[in-house]
Structure formats: C-alpha cells, structure tokens
C-alpha cells in the first residue's frame, strides 16, 4: 500500500516531442504528489507538485494530469529539449510524512 | 534562493569505521530527512527529523544509524560502522513547517565503503 509504480522505466523522444511518464498509487491517504528530475550525480530537483483538489496543474513546459478515482498522476513535458534528458522520479507523501518515491525513468530526448 | 547544502560531497571509507554526513537544510525549515539512493535504483527514505527528535524511520535505519541536530543549523547522519552495502548517495531534505509544504532535497553525499 506504500508503494508508488512508475512507468515507462526509459523513454527516448525526438525533441519537440512530448513525454509522458504515469505513476499509480494504492493508499488514498497520499495527499501530496511531486515530480523530481534527477541529473546524474545531483540530488532531485522538484520540478513541480500537485495535490488531490485540482485534476491539472502546469508550470511552464510542465504539466501534471491527477486522476484520484484512478489513483493515477502523470508528468506531460511539453516541447521537450534535450536538457529534459534527465531521470524523473514521482512521489507521494501521506500529511506530514516522508516522500514514498517511484521507481524512476530515463528520459533521453534526441536532438 | 535558498538551498540545502551537504558536506562532503564524496566520502570513501573502509569497512568498521564511522562516518558522519552533514547537511545545512533551508533556514527556516523545521522538517529535516536523510534519504539513500543505492546506485540507480530509486530513492529511499531513512529517517525524518523534528522538534529535536525522530518523528519516523524507515527497516534500514539500523541501531548503526543516528542523526542529529548539533546546533541551529547543521543536521549530521552517523553510521557507527560501515558496511559494503552502505555504499550509496545520501540525500538531505527539509521541508517548511506548512501543511503540505514542498520537500527540497541537498545535492548528496556519495559514500562509498570499501
């Protein structure tokens, strides 16, 4: 029930393209849910948060589409560029807890 | 813009022998965490820290893992005695006391065990 699925586990793009990375979660006390780009050897950068009330947010060439009957978030990167090429990361966090993290994607976008 | 920062950013160390991974988390965050991330797999949390105290720990945080809050700013992870698979990278977060505030993570301490 703690657990975040993440998919696809790599992604390659054309850039322009737009990639869409889905997680799904089973514990609806999940009240938090953000994305963190990884660059290798850094630590995660979170990109951008969601929380339950709102079905889309978008912030800049990042969109986050929330699906709670689904249990279902995923990451929409518009126009992507090959600086997105990076290892994104969702999560979910129960009020006032620590960060329950997805498995990860690689995502390589193609000049 | 303020940032978590983490001190060393590379540690080797031999197997037995103790280290101690410091981080400076944001001002006035008063949520801090130490997470691992084992090389490519996913990040894992280790322990979340407040009001001077352990809020919440994770199967790894072993009787060989402490933390600490010296003073008003640094925040230390000491593992008493290194394993092999204590290799990783070490994260530091903090998060503001706001509800549902959002968490921000140190650029890590990569430990390796030899």
């Known amino acids: 029930q703690q657990q975040v699925k993440q998919s696809p586990q790599s992604l390659i793009v054309q850039k322009g393209g737009i990639p869409i990375i889905n997680c799904a979660y089973e514990?609806?006390?999940?009240?938090?849910f953000p994305w963190y780009q990884q660059f290798p050897g850094k630590g995660p950068a979170l990109l951008i948060a969601?929380?339950?009330?709102?079905s889309e947010k978008k912030e800049g060439r990042f969109t986050i589409s929330f699906n709670k009957s689904a249990k279902q978030f995923s990451l929409h990167i518009m126009d992507s560029q090959p600086g997105d090429s990076a290892t994104y990361f969702c999560?979910?966090?129960?009020?006032?807890?620590?960060?329950?993290f997805g498995s990860g994607t690689q995502l390589t976008v193609l000049p | 813009e303020p940032e978590v920062t983490q001190t060393p950013s590379h540690q080797v160390t031999q197997m037995g022998q103790e280290v101690i991974l410091r981080c400076v988390p944001i001002?006035?965050?008063?949520?801090f965490y130490w997470y691992r991330q084992i090389l490519g797999q996913k990040v894992e949390f280790l322990v979340s820290?407040?009001?001077?105290?352990?809020?919440?720990k994770s199967e790894i945080f072993d009787d060989q893992f402490s933390v600490e809050r010296p003073d008003g700013s640094n925040f230390t992870l000491k593992i008493r005695s290194t394993k092999l698979e204590d290799s990783a990278m070490y994260f530091c977060?903090?998060?503001?006391?706001?509800?549902?505030?959002?968490?921000?993570f140190g650029p890590g301490t990569r430990l390796l065990v030899l």
């Open positions: 999560a979910a966090r129960k009020p006032a807890r620590q960060l329950t």
């Open positions: 001002s006035n965050h008063l949520y």
């Open positions: 514990n609806t006390a999940f009240d938090y």
């Open positions: 969601i929380r339950p009330d709102v």
């Open positions: 820290f407040y009001n001077n105290e352990i809020s919440e």
């Open positions: 977060a903090s998060r503001s006391g706001t509800s549902g505030s959002d968490q921000y």
